[in-house]
């Protein structure tokens, strides 16, 4: 048996040994070619749609960290520029 590898984006396997799941009706043959067979089965488009649920929830949790991120340092440069501008401003 040879390795299976997934296009988990698209919700299908590709599988080396067409003839394994020529008559297998669990599972849907998107396609075949000289790379192998597509296909996929509900296990693995349910699976698929939990994957890409989480991984889009992934997504907007790191991008409004990263954006947190940036205004907290933003923050922290008026805080060490003031009292430094101040200061030197007064003095002169």
Same mark, same amino acid.
């Given at each position: 048996?040879k390795a299976i590898h997934s296009g988990l984006t698209?919700?299908?396997?590709?599988?080396?040994?067409?003839?394994?799941?020529?008559?297998?009706?669990?599972?849907?043959?998107?396609?075949?070619?000289?790379?192998?067979?597509?296909f996929r089965s509900p296990a693995l488009t349910d699976?698929?749609?939990?994957?890409?649920? %989480?991984h889009d929830s992934y997504t907007e949790k790191q991008? %409004?960290?990263?954006?947190?991120?940036?205004?907290? %340092?933003?923050?922290?440069?008026?805080?060490?520029?003031?009292?430094?501008?101040?200061?030197?401003?007064?003095?002169?």
């Amino acid at each position: 048996m040879k390795a299976i590898h997934s296009g988990l984006t698209f919700g299908f396997h590709v599988f080396q040994e067409e003839r394994v799941l020529r008559n297998n009706k669990s599972y849907e043959t998107l396609d075949t070619n000289k790379s192998g067979v597509r296909f996929r089965s509900p296990a693995l488009t349910d699976l698929n749609s939990e994957y890409m649920q %989480a991984h889009d929830s992934y997504t907007e949790k790191q991008k %409004a960290i990263v954006n947190e991120i940036i205004t907290i %340092a933003g923050q922290c440069h008026l805080v060490v520029w003031n009292p430094i501008s101040s200061y030197i401003l007064s003095s002169h």
